[in-house]
């Protein structure tokens, strides 16, 4: 896909119905990029709101969480810029296993609009990619995980119910991942992780704790950074 087809989203879904599948349907592959229109497609076609919009008006909003998936005018100007790091060793493996010239799936999974586009530029910043730019605080990060943490409920604000909540916590499909090359598990759009299947980069904390944390302080007007969305 050409690099300016990120930013279009009928053109992203198109091409994804069109698409025959990489690994055997069933199959555990990790979807870094092309996950979020996917889910992102399924809610608009059956509320008729764009993800970025069904977030902010039914879990951001109630929850008073300064998280965005897609940034207006006044959010813009409070991103903070983004920095390129060294990937783990074994994502970097993973990248470099291509044979005959051609990229391997994981590049293509990670790479495709080429290049995923500059994180920092306003096109960037403003269009709904639900799987690699959402914005926000590490408050309203808090806030949200809190939400989950806790069955769907946050300081009286209920935004998911309890079975919704555990459905998505629970694991889905587990095996070998032809695209990250190593075992994997993974509920809806979750990681799991056991001995047989250790955490990865981008997998969970191993433990989980039943405490209460303690009331968030308000910090809205911090400035935000990006954050993938939940994978």
Not at 152 to 160: N, T, W
Request: net charge neutral.
């Amino acid at each position: 896909m050409p690099p300016e087809s990120l930013y279009d989203w009928d053109a992203m879904c198109a091409a994804l119905a069109e698409a025959e599948p990489c690994v055997t349907p069933g199959q555990v592959s990790y979807h870094p990029v092309t996950f979020g229109w996917l889910v992102g497609e399924l809610v608009r076609r059956v509320d008729g709101r764009s993800l970025g919009r069904f977030f902010r008006e039914e879990i951001g909003e109630p929850l008073g969480a300064d998280l965005h998936i897609g940034l207006g005018p006044a959010e813009e100007k409070r991103a903070a810029d983004i920095t390129l790091v060294t990937p783990p060793p074994e994502i970097a493996a993973a990248f470099a296993g291509g044979q005959g010239g051609e990229l391997p799936l994981v590049a293509l999974a990670f790479m495709n609009p080429q290049g995923t586009g500059d994180h920092n530029c306003a096109a960037h910043r403003r269009a709904e990619i639900p799987a690699i730019n959402a914005h926000g605080t590490a408050l309203a990060l808090a806030k949200v995980y809190g939400a989950l943490a806790r069955g769907g409920e946050l300081d009286g604000v209920r935004v998911l119910a309890p079975s919704v909540v555990e459905a998505a916590r629970t694991e889905q499909v587990r095996g070998i991942d032809p695209l990250m090359a190593r075992r994997s598990a993974w509920a809806s759009a979750i990681g799991s992780r056991s001995r047989a299947c250790p955490a990865t980069p981008t997998g969970p904390a191993s433990t989980r704790s039943d405490t209460p944390a303690p009331a968030a302080r308000s910090a809205s007007r911090t400035p935000m950074r990006a954050s993938a969305s939940a994978t």
